[in-house]
């Protein structure tokens, strides 16, 4: 098979499709893979490293399309690439299309073959392909959320832990999923006083054995235990995922009115359009913005804040799935494997997830 991987060129992304061990692993296999020169620079993957590897160095995106059957990335295409996609290509990558309906409609409509990370499935229920960054961005939400709580950066002016007789500060994280569960740990090893609120009491029981209760609160999402949490908070973490949809926005204008000054949020579910009423997309170089003096973190792309790491990350979850497809043929896997039928978002101009279909539809 013909696979060819584009430079990202989204806002502060240096994140690639495959590292030369990936291509090493999927030349051997007998297929050909093209890279677009400089795609790997920016995490220090130089071309030299990918010819070494098998890889053949391509100059441009639009060659490394017209080349390839099947193109493997990392984030969703901006509009500058959609003249690049046809109904006789692949896409696989995170492709988010809840997160803009108007964007996603026309991504649709260049007819391209689109395979979401984020809607593959495993055995147990779980997204294997997200998982990985999942767990990176909850990680990052408390590290740039304690970094948004200094005074210099409109916060509070507070630190999270506690030190010696002065009590700890209180992070509510909204949702027990993979982001939701790192989130808590890191706030933990921080020393905060945590909120986690579920709405399933069975993940919260899980979470309850796992964590224990000292500087913990096990919450029931409701709307008004959501309300409570929020207005006690220093830093609210929205975590909530359902595949393939948009994000229920389940912290509500009126909930951050009543936040104190300088208060943060991280809205992680903001790449599939928000949890929380009142954000909007940013980027790494302007991350934040207020609403009533409370500052909004909600980077689309928060893994490529560390992008050697989710690189590293995200190619040991992805790389059996592409020998995969390469080795089978795309339809035969697709007929053959229903987790990555699960991944099927597009085809031929229409949306075929269930929860693309419902926002293709609004």
């Known amino acids: ?60 995106a639009k060659e490394v399309y017209q080349k390839s059957e099947l193109i493997i990335k990392v984030k969703e295409p901006v509009e500058s690439e959609y003249e690049y996609l046809h109904k006789d290509l692949t896409l696989f990558t995170y492709l988010h299309l809840a997160a803009d309906s108007d964007m996603a409609k026309k991504f649709i409509e260049t007819g391209v ?34 970094y948004h709580l200094l005074k210099h950066n409109k916060g509070k002016g507070v630190l999270i832990g506690g030190m010696n007789d002065i009590a700890p500060r209180t ?28 709405l399933s009491q069975k993940r ?25 949490a929020v207005s006690e908070s220093d830093l609210v973490i929205g975590a909530v995922y359902i595949p393939g949809k948009e994000a229920p926005q389940i ?14 949020i991280v809205d992680i579910s903001i790449d599939q359009g928000g949890c929380i009423e009142t954000s909007n997309p940013t980027t790494h170089d302007a991350p934040t913005f207020l609403v ?23 190619n040991k979850a992805t790389l059996s799935y592409i020998l995969e497809i390469a080795n089978n043929g795309i339809e ?14 597009c085809e031929n101009g229409q949306p075929k997830h269930p929860g693309v279909l419902e926002i293709f539809n609004k």
Request: with cysteine; net charge negative.
């Open 1 to 60: 098979m013909l696979i060819g991987v584009p430079t990202e060129i989204k806002n502060n992304e240096y994140r690639v499709g495959l590292t030369p061990d990936s291509v090493s692993s999927i030349v051997n296999s007998g297929h050909t893979v093209f890279i677009q020169k400089g795609a790997g620079l920016g995490i220090g993957f130089t071309d030299e490293n990918y010819t070494n590897s098998g890889a053949l160095i391509i100059n441009s």
């Open 113 to 146: 073959r689109g395979i979401a990370y984020e809607t593959v499935t495993s055995d147990d229920g779980s997204m294997p392909l997200l998982a990985p960054m999942s767990a990176i961005a909850g990680q990052i939400s408390i590290v740039v959320g304690s």
């Open 171 to 198: 992070i509510s994280i909204i949702g027990g999923g993979v982001a939701g569960t790192e989130a808590l740990s890191k706030a933990l090893d921080n020393k905060a006083h945590v909120k986690v609120i579920d």
């Open 204 to 228: 919260l029981d899980e979470l309850k054995e796992k964590f224990g209760t000292d500087n913990m609160e096990y919450i029931l999402s409701t709307p008004e235990s959501i309300k409570d």
């Open 251 to 264: 912290v509500t204008s009126e909930m951050i009115s009543n936040m104190k000054p300088g208060s943060v």
């Open 292 to 314: 009533n003096d409370v500052v909004h973190y909600c980077v689309t792309n928060m893994p490529g804040a560390v992008p050697l790491t989710a690189t590293l990350a995200l």
């Open 332 to 345: 035969t896997t697709l007929s053959k494997n229903p987790h990555i039928k699960n991944g099927l978002n």
